[in-house]
Nanobody
Framework: QVQVTESGGGLVQPGGSLRLSCAVS????????TAWYRQAPGQQREFVAS???????NYTDFVKGRFTISRDYAKDLVYLQMNDVKPEDTAVYYC?????????????WGQGTQVTVSS
């Protein structure tokens, strides 16, 4: 079984920065892609950014130039660096791992971390 844990959320002022972390534990899996999603109150969960195991990144338009997804291989953490945050970035942020277990593609979600952007 694969477990995903997010951390780093909190309260931040508009224009400020925050870094979220995603830790993955488990055995016998091959990571394909790590992604961040978010869900604001009353809204559907939406894609934010992804990092493929080969290194390619992808961002949704509303975070391009402000957010950066990266991986620390030594610590085996995936980060979402959030800069110039806006009130509309307020949401619960979720980490999603796509991986191979045996020959099956599986997705695992963390429980989320709350980000609140407010003055």
């Amino acid at each position: 079984q694969v477990q995903v844990t997010e951390s780093g959320g909190g309260l931040v002022q508009p224009g400020g920065s925050l870094r979220l972390s995603c830790a993955v534990s488990g055995r016998d899996f091959a990571r394909i892609e790590t992604a961040w999603y978010r869900q604001a109150p009353g809204q559907q969960r939406e894609f934010v950014a992804s990092l493929h195991a080969a290194g390619a990144t992808n961002y949704t338009d509303f975070v391009k130039g402000r957010f950066t997804i990266s991986r620390d291989y030594a610590k085996d953490l995936v980060y979402l660096q959030m800069n110039d945050v806006k009130p509309e970035d307020t949401a619960v942020y979720y980490c999603n791992i796509e991986c191979l277990i045996s020959v099956r593609r599986r997705h695992f979600w963390g429980q989320g971390t709350q980000v609140t952007v407010s003055s």
